[in-house]
């Protein structure tokens, strides 16, 4: 039992880089756990099957449990959902893991035991057991509603298509993941030029880094957020977005954006700052998340229709019967800050960071929308690490010395 719960901690550490993934989670350890119970399946296979099926109990809560505690020691939640998921899918798996260890322990007697191991992994090759033991032990991504409401994108970032524009999304190319994320919630409808009649069908805009609107654009856009339009706007003082495209390019992201005017209209001011790189855990509705920020800018409210919050980082505004939620980084839309590698880079077991689902629940909030809790519990204290590992580890190492010395009497 202890010796299982050891081998959980020890592989997802070791092998799946616990740490390094930074995620106060456990559901790293719970996709490390098939291969380890096709060994624990083995051990007791010559007991009765009430004492093999209480082995198989008492060593999977030992380990949840630990895992549990490890996780709450550096930050995370306590996973009782998640870990009674993770419980429940393990002991469905035992079933014909133990059904193949019995017979071949009864047909070939010990030595059908490593037989019975080359089985049971051939049977984890097959994408069957595993893909139903992940849908039922790990978590998923939020399903797309019904009905997506319409949202207005005004950019002068390549979000909609890249960079090769719609010629290169139609031949293959591979859109930006934060397109791709809005589009499962919103339907979107690029806004070309912030004018009123391009503004007047659309009641929740995405800003982000626009082209410069000039004198007109901005007048377009103070009237339509004073008549009661919802907005996310980011703004970037020294952005930093890598573009293709040579200087002087006017298809390249806009280093300024000319939106200085409106904000100070507004009663806000927009500061470069010297930081470069930024990793900070910000809160929407109630939810912590964690964002990657590249060059930020610093808001300071200047009048009163305006508040700053998480170091001058965000800001809301009240214009007339329009709301404003701003965010002193367009960078942090890029998929270089918080997309992972591989094909579930941008899902929630691969992401770097909350960037995209922080601008896409700030949208479905300004629109009145519901917000689903999916957020990764990140690791929030790191200095306690080593005493976490410890303090996990140390009723099933007991355990397991205790087993050790108990074993050594009985053979002296």
């Not at 099957?49 to 490890?70: M, N, T, V």
């Amino acid at each position: 039992m202890g010796g299982f719960a050891l081998a959980e901690l020890a592989v997802a550490s070791m092998f799946g880089a616990f740490v390094a993934r930074d995620r106060a989670e456990i559901a790293l350890f719970v996709a490390f756990r098939p291969w380890l119970l096709a060994g624990l399946a083995l051990v007791p296979s010559s007991r009765p099957w009430r004492l093999r099926w209480g082995i198989y109990a008492a060593a999977l809560l030992l380990a949840s449990a630990g895992e549990a505690l490890l996780v709450r020691l550096l930050g995370g939640r306590w996973p009782l959902m998640e870990g009674a998921r993770a419980l429940a899918a393990a002991l469905l798996l035992l079933v014909p893991f133990d059904l193949v260890a019995i017979l071949f322990r009864r047909w070939l007697g010990k030595i059908g035991l490593p037989l019975a191991g080359f089985v049971l992994l051939a049977l984890l090759a097959l994408p069957g057991p595993l893909t139903l033991y992940a849908w039922l032990a790990l978590p998923g991504e939020r399903a797309s509603p019904s009905v997506r409401p319409p949202l207005g994108v005004l950019t002068g970032l390549p979000l909609l298509w890249g960079e090769g524009g719609v010629a290169a999304a139609l031949s293959g190319k591979a859109v930006p993941a934060i397109r791709a994320l809005l589009d499962r919630r919103f339907m979107l409808h690029p806004v070309d030029v912030a004018q009123d009649e391009a503004l007047a069908p659309v009641r929740l805009l995405l800003v982000a880094q626009p082209h410069p609107p000039g004198p007109a654009g901005l007048v377009a856009l103070d009237a339509w957020m004073r008549g009661g339009g919802r907005a996310l706007i980011l703004t970037d003082p020294a952005l930093l977005w890598h573009s293709d495209h040579p200087l002087g390019d006017p298809r390249r992201p806009p280093r300024d954006d000319g939106l200085g005017p409106l904000l100070a209209h507004w009663g806000l001011r927009l500061d470069p700052c010297p930081e470069r790189l930024l990793v900070r855990d910000l809160r929407l509705s109630g939810m912590s998340r964690r964002l990657a920020f590249a060059a930020p800018g610093r808001f300071t409210a200047t009048g009163s229709a305006c508040t700053t919050a998480d170091e001058g980082l965000l800001a809301e505004c009240r214009i007339g019967r329009g709301r404003a939620l701003l965010v002193a980084d367009a960078d942090l839309l890029d998929d270089r800050l918080w997309v992972g590698p591989g094909p579930l880079g941008a899902h929630r077991a691969g992401r770097l960071a909350d960037n995209g689902p922080f601008v896409r629940d700030g949208l479905a909030l300004l629109g009145g929308m519901s917000v689903r809790d999916d957020r990764v519990d990140w690791i929030v204290r790191p200095d306690r690490i080593v005493m976490a590992f410890a303090v996990a580890s140390a009723l099933p190492l007991l355990l397991v010395l205790a087993g050790l010395l108990l074993r050594l009497r009985r053979y002296s």
